[in-house]
């Protein structure tokens, strides 16, 4: 199987930066689009941001030059670089990934844990 594994989340003034890590591990051949995705108390879960394979990236409009998603495919892990944050921003984190699986297992959608993002005032 494979496992999403978050890290990076904390409590941040308004204006600061975190760094959100996410590494995916297990019977992995290949990794199509990862993406991360936050849900505020009371909210849907919405899309932050997303790169596919071919390095093609959206944001939401939201978070589009504050934040900054990027992917490492040798240690099969996607970070988010958010800079300038906000109070609206405080959420739970979770990164996605579409993964094609060794031995030709198929390709499923894995989610991680969540990782609480939390900036003050």
């Known amino acids: 199987q494979v496992r999403l594994v978050e890290s990076g989340g904390g409590l941040v003034q308004a204006g600061g930066s975190l760094r959100l890590s996410c590494a995916a591990s297990?019977?992995?051949?290949?990794?199509?689009?990862s993406g991360w995705y936050r849900q505020a108390p009371g909210k849907q879960r919405e899309l932050v941001a997303q790169?596919?394979?071919?390095?093609?990236?959206n944001y939401a409009d939201s978070v589009k030059g504050r934040f900054t998603i990027s992917r490492d495919n040798a240690k099969n892990t996607v970070y988010l670089q958010m800079n300038s944050l906000k109070p609206e921003d405080t959420a739970v984190y979770y990164c996605?990934?579409?993964?094609?699986?060794?031995?030709?297992?198929?390709?499923?959608?894995?989610w991680g844990q969540g990782a609480k993002v939390t900036v003050s005032s």
């Open positions: 297990g019977k992995i051949f290949s990794i199509n689009t």
């Open positions: 996605k990934a579409i993964v094609q699986q060794a031995n030709y297992g198929g390709t499923y959608q894995y």
């Open positions: 790169i596919s394979s071919d390095g093609t990236i």
